[in-house]
């Protein structure tokens, strides 16, 4: 029995031809179709050079399982999310690698209504099946259909904004020759039937799995030159940039300046918050005071909730929650069947930009000056445990407040910190925010102390 080393916590992902090949890719969608049984489920797949063939293969398992397969085409992750909910079926796979390097592909999982399957929702029972090959015979194979769930999709998503309210605006719209550019070319097409007056700057927009301007992921400070310096030339409001399966989205300011994540969470809170009074928000609990101070200010309630995709969906799904952020830019929505969408987000900075008739960066450099922020420090540690432990010690004598909901917070009423183990990488993360109402402090003596203490 071989040993699959492409199941993670949440997708799967791999090294191609070694760790996921075509092979693989079928006893995927077989074992998918035999434990879970659905009449038919949704598939599609990034730009990537080698995800043409692994959905194929997937499909074809997933046939030979008894499945009938609703063929999307090239989508991101959400189009096959909202399939999953919106369409008569009982599941969906996107094939993506998201931002990981070109040598690698991977697929995430959904069963009906778009709930995802991860590690200790049924990956590991898919993982032992594809493993073992103990596939059973059916009696009759499914059938494949393609499917063009375009323009449902951006219908959907016109439900997130009143066109009447959207004051005029450019928006620098930057693809990274991934995904997104078909669902940015449909919108595009939408605000002008609708007479909505946004003028679109596309850059790196064409689709193109060699990915000539490098993998997209705007996380990495190096992939953001281009976005900030098309904000800069075309006197842009705000601009937008994608990873490859463009679920998540990372927003510009006017400045072409790089906003981080946290305060983005704030920025969308606010929208939900201006529409309904009393809604619940989700939030990871790295980074929080600008979250709650905003919630506060607009009349919400927040719930915190494990960082992972699979925390944050179970705490919305138990509350009733509108939204939910982590500040990875990882974005959950209630009317997106709790999933995350990297193209709601900005499509809510609009409405907010609308209707408070202010500038992005006006709007975030209160909160930034407010609630300042490290970003997140990544430390490699030989023992995450003990490095933890060393700054429980340290700081004992300061008595501060302790939470424990993901890693450990350190709560000093004039600031605070997280630290975690990553889920995935030998890693130590670490957040630290003060409140510059009650704190004289700049940001980097804390980062400068905590690093010594972790590194000593």
């Given at each position: 029995m071989?040993?699959?080393?492409?199941?993670?916590?949440y997708?799967?992902?791999?090294?191609?031809?070694?760790?996921?090949?075509?092979?693989?890719?079928?006893?995927?969608?077989?074992?998918?179709?035999?434990?879970?049984?659905?009449?038919?489920?949704?598939?599609?797949?990034?730009?990537?050079?080698?995800?043409e063939?692994?959905k194929?293969?997937?499909?074809?398992?997933?046939?030979?399982?008894?499945?009938?397969?609703?063929?999307?085409g090239?989508?991101?992750?959400?189009?096959?999310?909202?399939?999953?909910?919106?369409?008569?079926?009982?599941?969906?796979?996107?094939?993506t690698?998201?931002?990981?390097?070109?040598?690698?592909?991977?697929?995430?999982?959904?069963r009906?209504?778009?709930?995802?399957?991860?590690?200790?929702?049924?990956?590991?029972?898919?993982?032992?099946?594809?493993?073992?090959?103990?596939?059973?015979?059916?009696?009759?194979?499914g059938?494949?259909?393609?499917?063009?769930?375009?323009?449902?999709?951006?219908?959907?998503?016109?439900?997130?904004?009143?066109?009447?309210?959207?004051?005029?605006?450019?928006l620098v719209?930057?693809a990274?020759?991934?995904?997104a550019g078909?669902?940015?070319?449909?919108?595009?097409?939408k605000?002008?039937?609708?007479?909505?007056?946004?003028?679109?700057?596309?850059?790196?927009?064409?689709?193109?799995?060699?990915?000539?301007?490098?993998?997209?992921?705007?996380?990495?400070?190096?992939?953001?030159?281009?976005?900030?310096?098309?904000?800069i030339?075309?006197?842009?409001?705000?601009?937008?940039?994608?990873?490859?399966d463009f679920?998540?989205?990372?927003?510009?300011?006017?400045?072409?300046?790089?906003?981080?994540?946290?305060?983005?969470?704030?920025?969308?809170?606010?929208?939900?918050?201006?529409?309904q009074?009393g809604?619940?928000?989700?939030?990871?609990?790295?980074?929080?005071?600008?979250?709650l101070d905003?919630v506060?200010?607009?009349?919400?309630?927040?719930?915190?909730?494990?960082?992972?995709?699979?925390?944050?969906?179970?705490?919305?799904r138990?509350?009733?929650?509108?939204?939910?952020?982590?500040?990875?830019?990882?974005?959950?929505?209630?009317?997106?069947?709790y999933?995350?969408?990297?193209?709601?987000p900005?499509?809510?900075?609009?409405?907010?930009?609308?209707?408070?008739?202010?500038?992005?960066?006006?709007l975030?450099e209160?909160?930034i000056?407010?609630?300042?922020?490290?970003?997140?420090?990544?430390?490699?540690?030989?023992?995450?445990?003990?490095?933890?432990?060393?700054?429980?010690?340290?700081?004992?004598?300061?008595?501060?407040?302790?939470?424990?909901?993901?890693?450990?917070?350190?709560?000093?009423?004039?600031?605070?910190?997280?630290?975690?183990?990553?889920?995935?990488?030998?890693?130590?993360?670490?957040?630290?925010?003060?409140?510059?109402?009650?704190?004289?402090?700049?940001?980097?003596?804390?980062?400068?102390?905590?690093?010594?203490?972790?590194?000593a």
């Amino acid at each position: 029995m071989n040993k699959l080393t492409c199941f993670k916590a949440y997708d799967i992902r791999g090294k191609l031809g070694t760790e996921l090949n075509q092979d693989i890719a079928y006893k995927v969608g077989r074992a998918y179709g035999q434990i879970y049984q659905p009449q038919k489920v949704v598939i599609g797949c990034d730009i990537r050079l080698s995800s043409e063939g692994l959905k194929q293969a997937t499909i074809r398992g997933l046939n030979d399982a008894g499945v009938d397969v609703l063929d999307l085409g090239m989508t991101g992750t959400e189009e096959v999310y909202f399939g999953a909910f919106h369409l008569d079926v009982q599941g969906g796979i996107e094939i993506t690698a998201s931002h990981n390097p070109m040598d690698y592909n991977g697929m995430k999982l959904v069963r009906e209504n778009a709930r995802p399957i991860s590690a200790d929702t049924g990956l590991k029972e898919i993982q032992a099946l594809a493993e073992s090959e103990q596939f059973e015979d059916v009696s009759k194979k499914g059938q494949t259909s393609s499917y063009n769930i375009l323009a449902e999709f951006v219908d959907h998503l016109m439900g997130y904004i009143d066109p009447a309210k959207i004051r005029p605006m450019k928006l620098v719209m930057n693809a990274g020759n991934g995904a997104a550019g078909h669902v940015i070319d449909a919108i595009e097409a939408k605000f002008k039937q609708l007479n909505i007056p946004v003028e679109f700057v596309k850059i790196h927009h064409e689709a193109d799995g060699s990915f000539p301007n490098g993998i997209p992921n705007p996380i990495l400070i190096e992939n953001r030159e281009s976005t900030r310096q098309a904000v800069i030339q075309h006197q842009a409001d705000m601009g937008i940039a994608w990873d490859g399966d463009f679920d998540r989205c990372f927003l510009f300011d006017q400045k072409g300046q790089f906003i981080e994540g946290y305060y983005i969470v704030g920025l969308l809170a606010q929208a939900f918050l201006l529409k309904q009074k009393g809604e619940k928000i989700v939030h990871d609990p790295r980074l929080v005071w600008n979250t709650l101070d905003i919630v506060a200010q607009f009349g919400g309630e927040t719930v915190q909730s494990k960082s992972g995709h699979a925390f944050i969906k179970d705490v919305m799904r138990e509350h009733n929650a509108a939204y939910g952020g982590e500040m990875s830019a990882h974005h959950y929505f209630r009317d997106f069947a709790y999933c995350d969408s990297g193209m709601i987000p900005w499509l809510l900075a609009m409405v907010v930009l609308s209707e408070t008739k202010q500038t992005l960066s006006s709007l975030v450099e209160g909160m930034i000056t407010k609630f300042p922020c490290s970003g997140e420090i990544n430390f490699k540690v030989t023992d995450t445990k003990a490095t933890i432990q060393k700054l429980f010690d340290h700081y004992a004598d300061q008595h501060p407040k302790i939470d424990e909901t993901d890693g450990v917070s350190l709560d000093f009423g004039t600031w605070r910190f997280n630290v975690r183990a990553s889920n995935t990488e030998p890693l130590l993360r670490l957040n630290i925010e003060s409140r510059l109402d009650h704190n004289p402090k700049p940001m980097q003596d804390y980062v400068d102390e905590l690093t010594a203490l972790i590194q000593a």
